[in-house]
């Protein structure tokens, strides 16, 4: 089945310093989509991109919809312990009667204080 | 609200038992979708429903079956579990269709078939 590349797959870091994931895809997506999940939890929506080339900022948290609508990256800045998770991107395509969200692979971000 | 709301929490099946995984919303929400997460993967779509009556397969339909009798509630079956169903199973919805639309996404159900 189709799914998106993401990568990193996991990133070990100190706290305090700037992360960035990003996501590439064959096929163009109309909405981008930036999930986190915590350990036993469903995945949490952080931010929903709408046009190519928008640039969406979520507290410390910063996505951009790519101009090709064929890739997406999240970057988080000042990392805090709680920023621990995995996160995942989601394309979004539609065309009938739903919409159908086509995952990336996750990235795992570990965060020492 | 309680959002989506899904039940157990954790199973373990033996080969070819059956049981119905529970997701209920209370978001008055048309549209919602069972996925299931593998370790190390994203989620696939095993089927979803754009309302009462009305379910469709999704990426990942083979061993599952859905029923969408009311609005809020959509429940997964399994008939003849196996090993590869082991999974994490999350049920989501969303209000309609459409590029603003969100899908609000359960606390999932831990399967493991021994």
């Known amino acids: 089945g189709q799914q998106l590349n993401q990568s990193p797959q996991s990133m070990f870091i100190q706290e305090g310093e700037d992360v960035s994931m990003n996501c590439t895809s064959s096929?163009?997506?109309?909405?981008w989509l930036w999930y986190k999940q915590d350990p036993g939890e469903g995945p949490v929506l952080l931010i929903a991109?709408?046009?190519?080339?928008e640039l969406t900022s979520n507290g410390r948290l910063t996505a951009q919809f790519g101009i090709t609508r064929k890739d997406s990256f999240l970057n988080i800045s000042a990392s805090i312990p709680s920023d621990v998770g995995i996160y995942f991107c989601?394309?979004?395509?539609?065309?009938?009667?739903?919409?159908?969200?086509?995952f990336g692979t996750g990235t795992l971000l570990a965060v020492q204080p | 609200n309680a959002g989506v709301t899904q039940t157990p929490k954790f199973r373990i099946l033996k080969i070819g038992q059956s049981m119905t995984l529970q997701c209920a919303q209370d978001?008055?929400?048309?549209?919602m979708y069972w996925y299931r997460q593998d370790p190390g993967m994203g989620l696939k779509l095993i089927y979803y429903s754009v309302g009462a009556g009305i379910t469709d397969k999704g990426e990942v339909p083979n061993g599952y079956n859905v029923s969408r009798s009311t609005t809020e509630d959509f429940p997964l079956r399994l008939e003849l579990a196996a090993p590869s169903q082991t999974s994490v199973y999350f049920c989501?919805?969303?209000?309609?269709?459409?590029?603003?639309?969100?899908?609000?996404f359960g606390p999932g159900t831990r399967l493991t078939v021994l």
């Open positions: 989601a394309g979004l395509s539609y065309g009938g009667a739903t919409n159908k969200l086509i």
């Open positions: 978001m008055n929400h048309n549209y």
């Open positions: 991109l709408y046009k190519a080339g």
């Open positions: 989501a919805s969303s209000y309609s269709v459409g590029s603003t639309d969100t899908q609000y």
């Open positions: 096929s163009i997506f109309n909405t």
